[in-house]
């Protein structure tokens, strides 16, 4: 009854029947079980495993588990278990493909150091987010994952060493995504023709390869996102040692044992220096870059000193600061965009409000002329206004149109920063509103009069 569930068990995969047994004979309270799955799921221990009716399964409780009809014995549901098989890393080298459009991949390097319950970690993470319920199941092994991502993509996560030109060896993570290819019958000459496929600036540029064979960037971003975040959790956690680098072996070193690695950083760059000569990875800056990465350079390259106040009124607490300055050690712009960028990507709020929080920390830091620069005219009038509201800013709300239901989400979407939800609400009021830009100050003056606010009146009919 059990030996499907064993087998099962060494693939990754624990069946909570032989989860209700092991439990059992541990002298474990069934009326636990539950509680104690629930556990190791928000801890990562284990995934629960999706199918088509996941949601229809229920866990049976008894008190009795010497029958058929046991708890064990009706149990329908199942477990990935990543750390049920041990990390070994690989001696593959890993060569990354990086000249063709269905297949791209990056090495993380860890600084040297892998903690060994992160892979797993990481593999939990992607199956908890991208899981596919009704696909085949995600093909596990001591050191690589091949997982899906989404009906296009898949994701292949792997442990890999080798040797670089200065006689190191590396232990690094690889990432490759992989666009899907649909099974279909093409004639021999269709098929010389796309073996023929040739790429110019990251796109399939003969005929017989279509969208259907290009990565997404969206997507490649996506990933990388996911991996970088759950970096972040793991140091969070209290693992140490979770700084990494973007790399991948050099054009230079394909046929060597050694591996040159170059550094990717922020996917800025079209070209990386190899000894005189240079390596093109403008793919990787098409699929990777992105616009947003551009402006926080520009903006990392005009802060100061004041930079570690602009972090902590952006939410991070001294530790993070130590973090950022030590894994960019002599390297201020560098500490100063990892914070920019790890904080756009961390923050779980509409882009708009994200746009309005590094506004309001700039302003909050004393630097007026990058806020300037980050809003318009009309957003900064709008944000001296929302300085100088009280709590009356709820009653005005209502006379600008909102309803109470509109007032929670912008106390909710800017939890524990009344400053922002009052800007929040009157830079919404402005872009919903039509009619010219009297009329609307025409408006705001009477709604600020319903309020008790005739100072503030007064200040917007100046303007008229």
């Not at 009706?74 to 990390?87: G, W």
């Not at 050099?250 to 040159?260: F, G, L, T």
């Amino acid at each position: 009854m059990y030996s499907e569930a064993f087998r099962n068990l060494n693939k990754g995969i624990l069946d909570e029947m032989l989860l209700h047994k092991l439990w059992k004979e541990q002298g474990i309270d069934s009326k636990k079980f539950q509680y104690l799955v629930d556990l190791m799921i928000r801890f990562g221990f284990i995934c629960e495993k999706m199918t088509s009716s996941t949601s229809q399964n229920t866990v049976v409780e008894s008190t009795s588990v010497e029958s058929p009809t046991s708890a064990e014995a009706v149990a329908k549901r199942s477990f990935f278990v990543p750390l049920r098989l041990a990390v070994e890393t690989s001696s593959s080298e890993g060569n990354s493909v990086h000249d063709e459009c269905q297949v791209i991949s990056i090495f993380y390097d860890l600084c040297g150091y892998l903690p060994d319950v992160l892979f797993p970690y990481i593999v939990i993470d992607f199956l908890n987010k991208y899981q596919n319920a009704t696909g085949d199941d995600p093909k596990l092994s001591h050191d690589l994952a091949e997982l899906y991502f989404d009906q296009f993509h898949h994701v292949i996560l792997s442990l890999v060493n080798f040797v670089t030109k200065q006689d190191e060896r590396k232990f690094l993570l690889k990432v490759t995504i992989k666009r899907r290819v649909a099974i279909k019958k093409i004639s021999t000459t269709e098929r010389e023709a796309y073996k023929r496929v040739t790429i110019k600036d990251g796109v399939a540029i003969n005929k017989t390869c279509n969208t259907e064979c290009k990565l997404s960037p969206e997507v490649c971003k996506q990933v990388l996102s996911t991996l970088e975040m759950s970096f972040k959790h793991s140091k969070d956690g209290g693992r140490r040692g979770i700084s990494f680098r973007r790399c991948i072996p050099c054009d230079c070193s394909d046929k060597s044992e050694k591996k040159h690695m170059q550094m990717l950083g922020d996917f800025q760059s079209e070209m990386l220096a190899c000894h005189g000569d240079g390596m093109d990875v403008t793919r990787y800056k098409q699929l990777f870059g992105n616009e947003a990465s551009r402006e926080l350079m520009d903006l990392a390259k005009k802060l100061g000193n004041e930079w570690e106040q602009l972090a902590i009124y952006l939410g991070y607490t001294k530790v993070e600061l130590d973090d950022f300055k030590r894994d960019n050690r002599f390297n201020m712009l560098g500490a100063i965009f990892n914070m920019l960028d790890s904080w756009h990507k961390t923050v779980s709020v509409a882009d708009k409000s994200r746009h309005l929080q590094l506004t309001l920390a700039l302003r909050q830091a004393n630097r007026n002329d990058l806020a300037d620069k980050v809003e318009g005219d009309a957003s900064r009038e709008l944000m001296d206004l929302a300085k100088n509201l009280g709590s009356e800013w709820e009653q005005l709300a209502i006379y600008l149109g909102f309803t109470k239901a509109n007032l929670d989400c912008f106390k909710h979407d800017n939890c524990g920063n009344i400053l922002l939800a009052m800007f929040t609400m009157l830079d919404a009021w402005y872009k919903e509103t039509s009619g010219t830009e009297m009329s609307k100050n025409s408006q705001l003056s009477e709604a600020l009069r319903m309020a008790n606010r005739n100072d503030l009146a007064d200040e917007v009919e100046r303007k008229l």
